[in-house]
């Protein structure tokens, strides 16, 4: 039979086999999945990896995993990707087991270290090995951090090998956005960010939408390869949204002429198709006239008088094995 019935449970029941895990590897990585757990997270598994005992017993994950434990004895792998990237690798089974049947898998690391750079590539390949989509988020160090940027450096272009789309985000915006935070305060605006982004892509695939958003749509978006970048605005009126995710300067990257992009809006009962339009059009203005474009949105009661938007643009360009990264469109991290 080419056809069947679906009931209500079935429904239920089909979107809670979709597996998808999110993955902090390295002290940054861990400190992200602590703030998603902090949000509140439908839909997803969260797993803290570090090689640093002590602050991996501080975060709160679904699973946590200390990895290179004989060779570091849970002491950090001293800012040595090298080290770190063994760690994982003698970590595969435990590795391998939680990302068995995974569909999506969130890769978030700061790089520039040791765990984080080491560890995230290999965990990356080994998700992707295992059938799952691989949505990396790395973080790069601070300008002044000198050999740190180096390291972080080669370790975005073994991760972008890996993934089938790479985020990555600078902390050096911190300095314009947040200069007189201190500085707990201000690392956690990176972490609000990079758990908003994972929240709202998460719900966007497994939470009930007027116009819906299936996990086959966010595969063919995030397997147009290359760098991405997320697009990320609220405010009350469709123009100002669209100004408020067009200038987030946390993701300083010129996305011209991208070839996907995966947006999904979110809006109390005034959402209208006419402002569901105006903001897809001021998000895709600037992308490739042929550019895969898929829409989704959802009326929330809790965005009363608010739209909401996140937009993930794919498809911009690749790092080349140097890992130079202004050959990566535009003016992405001009420090560097």
Request: aromatic fraction near 6%.
């Amino acid at each position: 039979m080419s056809w069947e019935y679906v009931e209500n449970e079935d429904i239920e029941k089909d979107l809670r086999q979709l597996k998808i895990l999110v993955i902090g590897c390295g002290g940054g990585g861990c400190n992200s999945i602590n703030r998603l757990s902090d949000l509140g997270l439908k839909g997803a598994e969260t797993i803290a990896i570090n090689t640093d005992r002590r602050h991996l017993a501080r975060i709160k994950a679904d699973k946590r995993l200390l990895i290179g434990a004989s060779l570091t004895k849970g002491f950090g792998a001293g800012g040595d990707p090298e080290l770190g990237r063994v760690c994982a690798e003698n970590a595969f089974e435990p590795l391998n087991e939680i990302l068995c049947d995974a569909d999506l898998t969130f890769v978030i690391a700061g790089l520039g270290g040791g765990t984080g750079t080491g560890s995230a590539p290999f965990v990356a390949d080994l998700a992707r090995r295992n059938g799952s989509l691989v949505f990396s988020i790395a973080t790069m160090p601070f300008e002044c951090e000198g050999r740190r940027v180096d390291i972080a450096t080669r370790g975005l272009w073994q991760l972008e090998r890996f993934s089938d789309t790479l985020l990555i985000l600078d902390n050096n915006r911190l300095l314009e956005m947040v200069p007189h935070l201190p500085v707990d305060q201000a690392f956690g605006v990176m972490d609000q960010l990079i758990s908003e982004i994972v929240k709202g892509i998460t719900e966007a695939i497994t939470e009930p939408s007027l116009i819906n958003i299936d996990f086959s749509d966010l595969r063919a978006i995030f397997r147009q390869r290359g760098i991405s970048t997320v697009l990320y605005g609220e405010n009350s009126d469709p123009d100002s949204v669209v100004k408020d995710a067009l200038s987030n300067p946390f993701l300083d990257i010129d996305f011209t002429g991208a070839t996907g992009a995966l947006i999904h809006i979110t809006g109390g009962s005034n959402l209208t198709l006419k402002r569901v339009t105006r903001v897809v059009e001021g998000i895709t203005a600037f992308l490739d006239p042929q550019a895969n474009v898929i829409l989704g949105a959802r009326v929330d009661d809790d965005c009363e008088g608010v739209i909401r938007v996140i937009a993930v643009i794919t498809g911009i360009e690749e790092i080349d094995e140097s890992g130079d990264l202004e050959t990566i469109g535009g003016h992405l991290m001009t420090a560097y």
